[in-house]
């Protein structure tokens, strides 16, 4: 129902002719006609004033239906929070997936540098087989530990930690020679 056709109703409803609520009202009856024809429409002052007239409220002169408006605000409210929601799951997916990348990393380059690279002679000293074993950091090439199942050299040999380890193993290869091995 529209605005002229309430104020049509409850003009009937109130029995008051055109006449009398235009008098009521402050308006001439033509204008009460063109209000119910739609032609025209009531000012905010003159609507309050058919509102108290006809002791109805303005939200039901003008079809404002005030639980209309609050499931509106409240469907509104609800989409926000699932919004809000969503952005709020997707930051943290977007931290969690920052501190597992980052986590990872910390493990592979720790293991990287627990596990590095293995650098092998092997020599043959009075029949016997020897292996020499340096353990070296993958990214700096530093020496990280020297096995050897030879145990003179395993208990006497000393190296610098800053050493070359090229330099450690032609060390190596020049001690077997000195005893009469040959390495490969």
Not at 58 to 73: A, M, Q
Request: glycine share 4%.
């Amino acid at each position: 129902m529209n605005l002229g056709q309430k104020i049509q109703k409850y003009r009937k409803y109130n029995k008051l002719s055109q006449e009398q609520l235009g008098e009521l009202v402050g308006v001439t009856r033509q204008t009460i006609s063109n209000w119910e024809l739609n032609e025209s429409a009531p000012d905010i002052s003159q609507a309050k004033e058919l509102s108290r007239i006809f002791d109805i409220s303005l939200d039901d002169l003008t079809d404002n239906n005030i639980e209309d408006v609050l499931l509106k605000n409240i469907s509104k409210s609800k989409t926000i929070s699932k919004v809000t929601l969503g952005i709020t799951i997707i930051h943290f997916l977007l931290f969690l997936t920052v501190v597992i990348f980052t986590i990872i990393i910390i493990i592979n380059t720790f293991q990287t540098k627990l596990a590095g690279e293995a650098v092998e002679i092997n020599c043959k000293l009075a029949n016997d087989n020897y292996y020499y074993q340096l353990d070296l950091d993958t990214n700096s090439k530093e020496i990280i530990s020297f096995t050897s199942n030879d145990e003179n050299i395993q208990t006497s040999f000393k190296y610098n930690e800053n050493e070359r380890y090229e330099d450690v193993l032609d060390r190596i290869r020049v001690l077997v020679e000195q005893k009469g091995g040959i390495c490969e």
